[in-house]
């Protein structure tokens, strides 16, 4: 009994019938759109070809939404909240393989379709069994109302929750990363894994080995102090070079830390169709590389988000290594001395001893990055 | 008089330990090199007792080293003490299955660092036998190749106690036994086992099962 009834108890079934529930009322815009498009073939007299041309355009349109990767967001957004399942969040910065489009596309589907299902259960066939149970007669004639009310009433909440279970199976199966991306990650893991491994190699190499010989060199001053004096200057001598120099190497290994991620050469992820490039011969230190890297990505996520048609991005590796981003506002955007974002932007420039000036000038957003090129 | 000889690559680390087991009157050292590959040439020069014996080096590392000294020297090999930078460095583990005799940080207390010098010369009692016994869990399933048939039944107990770290002293007073017949008892047992001291003896003991860990 208990078992039996479960289902019908548990919370959760709950949560995933509103999961469900979201997928009709996504449903609803392409059901209106049928609708307009039936009544305008059948009413309207535009002969063939006009009947196909509309009912093309339509369903153009209508196959956009499935393959976005919003959608696929979004959709993973609410399997995770409201399904409890487990997910990798929708990466923005790649653009999904097509597997992974169309298995997003087909789940979208479906839950639009289950959606429209259950949304018609609970709106209709649950009244109807409640009015069976509570009023049979009020429907018309027949003892067999009453009976037949209930097992509705039971079986819609059974077949919600049966869906829900079944969506909350299928959602890692079509929402998850296909092999490959699964592969990606894991490469990606394993890369900061090493150079983990290598950060820690080189703090005991250096720093360790470092404090080491202080601490030993300390110890034997002490011991010999009285005895020995002159060996007991030079050891102090010995202690603040090479605490001077652990210093440094403390310094490196940190700043190596901080400013772990993406550099230059990986420069081809943001170059969108949107973003017109012209880069230059380019060698420069990995934390130069990493902070250009993170300006353009900046620069160009404000000009998608503020301004209005392509971005113009240029790099040339002078005497600095100069960012150029430029691209014209939008006519809504009034942008007065940036955000917070060019804020980081020009502190984290300044740490390296550059310059950022970012502002408009006649319709167009500049935003340039000048980083100095310390050869070692 | 112990003599020493300091094997490391590092100039501070080597004044450091000269000066420190300089001080102490009954310690000596004899000399420095600073490879592992120069450590037998200088052992049959200076005839040390111990060897303090840093584990990486340039062109020969300590384990190396270790091996090549007991190979030319055999039962009468100085004593390798291994310093080392960090507690949980693998390579002291292979150094002690190398044959060495004991470890030792380098970030140790000066008077810590001569009473290992003490202790692993005259082998009477385990520098840090935490250590041996995590060495032993590395080994994985023990072979069971020495059987306590080889030992009489007070060696077997005698050699339980040096596993768990006791020293020859301690063994007596436990045992109720002079501190010279547990001398006896403890050579007797590094001739049957074929080992050359005590540390080698308790790795087998724990190696073979013979003590459990």
Do not use: C
Not at chain 1, 163 to 189: H, Q
Not at chain 1, 300 to 306: C, K
Not at chain 2, 63 to 88: H, S
Not at chain 2, 89 to 98: F, G, K, P, S, T
């Amino acid at each position: 009994m208990r078992r039996l009834l479960g289902p019908l108890l548990d919370p959760v079934t709950y949560r995933r019938a509103v999961f469900l529930l979201l997928g009709g009322v996504l449903a609803l815009p392409y059901l209106l759109g049928a609708g307009l498009v039936v009544q305008s073939i059948t009413e309207g007299d535009r002969g063939r070809p006009g009947e196909l041309l509309i009912l093309a355009i339509v369903a153009g349109i209508a196959l956009v939404p499935p393959f976005l990767g919003g959608t696929r967001e979004l959709e993973i957004a609410a399997a995770r909240s409201l399904l409890a399942v487990d997910l990798p969040g929708h990466d923005r910065e790649r653009s999904p393989e097509l597997e992974t489009r169309l298995r997003a596309a087909l789940w979208f589907g479906l839950h639009l379709l289950t959606g429209a299902a259950i949304g018609t259960l609970i709106l209709v066939a649950m009244p109807v069994g409640v009015l069976g149970v509570i009023g049979g007669e009020s429907l018309g004639t027949g003892w067999w109302w009453y009976p037949l009310g209930a097992v509705v009433l039971v079986a819609s909440l059974y077949a919600t929750a049966g869906l829900g279970r079944l969506a909350a199976t299928m959602a890692p199966v079509l929402l998850g990363p296909s092999a490959a991306e699964r592969e990606a990650d894991m490469r990606e893991r394993e890369r900061g894994l090493a150079e983990r491994n290598r950060l820690a190699r080189e703090l005991h190499d250096s720093v360790g080995h470092a404090i080491t010989a202080i601490t030993l060199q300390a110890g034997a001053a002490r011991s010999v102090f009285d005895r020995d004096p002159d060996f007991a200057r030079q050891a102090l001598g010995a202690i603040e070079e090479a605490g001077r120099a652990a210093a440094a190497e403390l310094d490196g290994v940190l700043g190596i830390l901080r400013d772990q991620g993406p550099g230059l050469d990986e420069l081809p992820r943001l170059l969108t169709g949107r973003v017109r490039a012209d880069v230059g011969e380019i060698d420069v230190p990995p934390r130069v590389s990493r902070e250009a890297y993170r300006i353009v990505q900046e620069s160009l996520t404000n000009a998608a988000r503020h301004g209005t048609g392509p971005a113009t991005l240029r790099i040339r590796q002078e005497d600095d290594l100069v960012i150029e981003v430029t691209n014209r506002q939008a006519a809504s955007a009034a942008r007065a001395g940036g955000g917070n974002g060019i804020e980081g932007m020009r502190e984290r420039v300044r740490l390296l001893g550059g310059t950022l000036s970012a502002g408009p000038g006649s319709g167009v957003w500049t935003v340039v990055a000048r980083l100095p090129v310390e050869r070692p | 008089m112990t003599g020493v000889l300091i094997a490391d690559d590092d100039a501070l680390v080597r004044a450091g330990l000269r000066a420190i087991l300089g001080a102490e009157p009954d310690l000596e050292v004899l000399g420095e090199v600073t490879d592992g590959a120069d450590v037998v040439q200088a052992a049959i020069r200076l005839r040390p007792d111990v060897v303090l014996m840093d584990v990486r080096m340039p062109k020969l590392d300590g384990i190396q080293a270790t091996r090549l000294l007991l190979d030319r020297f055999g039962a009468g090999a100085p004593r390798v003490l291994v310093v080392t930078t960090f507690a949980n460095d693998e390579y002291v583990y292979e150094a002690l299955r190398a044959g060495a005799s004991g470890f030792l940080l380098k970030r140790a207390r000066p008077e810590q660092i001569a009473e290992a010098v003490r202790v692993v010369a005259q082998g009477d009692s385990l520098l840090f036998p935490e250590a041996v016994r995590r060495l032993a869990a590395s080994y994985g399933r023990p072979d069971g190749r020495v059987g306590r048939a080889d030992l009489t039944a007070r060696e077997a107990e005698v050699l339980t106690l040096m596993a768990d770290g006791l020293s020859n002293a301690e063994i007596a007073a436990r045992l109720v036994l002079g501190v010279e017949t547990v001398k006896t008892h403890v050579g007797s047992i590094l001739a049957k086992l074929g080992v050359r001291d005590r540390t080698q003896a308790v790795v087998l003991a724990y190696k073979t099962g013979f003590v459990s860990l």
